[in-house]
């Protein structure tokens, strides 16, 4: 489990940069709203703890135990219908000794173990351009995307879908499968983003439906569309260097007038950008940047396939999700509630981005020798 390495080796780099967008999510919760400051500074202290014991730990014990973390991923999953807290039509949650704990996010880093596992597998084969592999990842990909798209959260489910695309696309998929494809999907899109306008159809809740048509029509929807309004305000009023932290509880401070509800969790961007500016949201949009890069970069050394996809992975999910989320609060998307790594409120979010870095930091310590 545990092996001897080399502390030269360790991505000292992508520790501090985690650190500090960490730091600037509690800095910033604390602005906005300072009832969940504590919480964020005890979950940041403990997915650092984690983050550290992990980088220890040889990811190829971890990922001996892929079976077992993927029953019990499904597990949590199946219990949250039964035992989990339902808020505003969802039902994702757990709440244990006051604390929330969402299964789903910590699904996103086990599928990326899993898959890894799998496609790395298939690699050493020399399968994973053939239909059977196509199907045996459907087939493994199927059931936590069928439980998460029915709490419901639509969010999470593309999330997941587009990071496990990401992996398949890297193990070596075939352009000639990728592009066929794209020519089943473009029209597929199409045909959906039609159907989601019928006053008929069943396949999508009403709230998903209306933040579809809110982005597609932003005039007819502007109450749906209100919260993302809201927020391009928000960040346009930081204009070039923002309002700082203090001006987030001046009287023209959108925040200070919660024109925006649940500002620290998925729409915390908005409050960067007023207190920061544009200035400001550039450094942070690079820190994740870099955070993404670096994730890539082990990646591209690590010693083998199964670490090369955990670390890319891990980058992709990052990645995906900060374009995700900045996304939404710049309006550049439709709604969805996706929290910023790293740096929204939420100890689920927090403490499952910490496990994915803490395993590729074990990886960079076994990285391969040139």
């Not at 080399?6 to 009832?35: P, R, W």
Request: hydrophobic share 50%; net charge positive; glycine share 8%.
């Amino acid at each position: 489990m545990l092996k001897k390495y080399h502390l030269k080796d360790y991505s000292f780099l992508l520790f501090l940069l985690v650190i500090i967008a960490m730091g600037i999510g509690v800095t910033v919760i604390n602005s906005v709203n300072d009832n969940y400051t504590v919480k964020q500074a005890v979950g940041v202290g403990v997915s650092v703890l984690i983050m550290l014991i992990l980088s220890l730990i040889d990811y190829h014990f971890i990922t001996k135990f892929t079976l077992p973390l993927y029953i019990i991923s499904a597990l949590l999953l199946v219990a949250v219908f039964a035992f989990g807290d339902s808020s505003n039509n969802a039902r994702r949650w757990f709440t244990i000794a006051g604390i929330r704990f969402q299964p789903s996010e910590l699904t996103k880093v086990i599928m990326i173990i899993v898959m890894a596992v799998f496609l790395s597998a298939k690699m050493e084969e020399d399968t994973i351009t053939k239909p059977k592999t196509f199907f045996q990842f459907i087939a493994i990909l199927i059931l936590p995307v069928f439980l998460i798209y029915n709490q419901p959260d639509l969010s999470t489910t593309l999330c997941l879908l587009m990071i496990m695309a990401a992996m398949y696309y890297l193990a070596g998929l075939s352009y000639k499968f990728i592009g066929i494809t794209l020519l089943i999907l473009i029209p597929l899109i199409s045909l959906f983003l039609w159907y989601a306008q019928q006053p008929w159809q069943k396949l999508l809740y009403d709230h998903q439906v209306k933040r579809i048509m809110s982005f597609l029509y932003p005039t007819e929807y502007a109450e749906e569309n209100a919260q993302q309004v809201n927020s391009v305000m928000a960040i346009g009023s930081g204009q070039l260097s923002g309002k700082g932290l203090a001006g987030l509880a001046g009287a023209d401070s959108v925040s200070h007038t919660n024109m925006i509800s649940e500002q620290h969790t998925d729409f915390i961007f908005s409050a960067i950008g007023e207190s920061f500016g544009f200035v400001g949201s550039v450094i942070i949009i690079g820190i994740i940047f870099l955070i993404v890069i670096q994730c890539i970069r082990i990646g591209r050394r690590a010693k083998d396939d199964t670490g090369r996809l955990l670390a890319i992975g891990v980058g992709c999910w990052i990645g995906f999700q900060s374009f995700i989320n900045i996304g939404v609060t710049t309006q550049l998307l439709p709604n969805t509630g996706l929290p910023l790594p790293f740096i929204s409120y939420g100890l689920s979010s927090l403490l499952s981005n910490a496990i994915g870095i803490g395993i590729v930091l074990n990886i960079s310590l076994q990285k391969r020798k040139f």
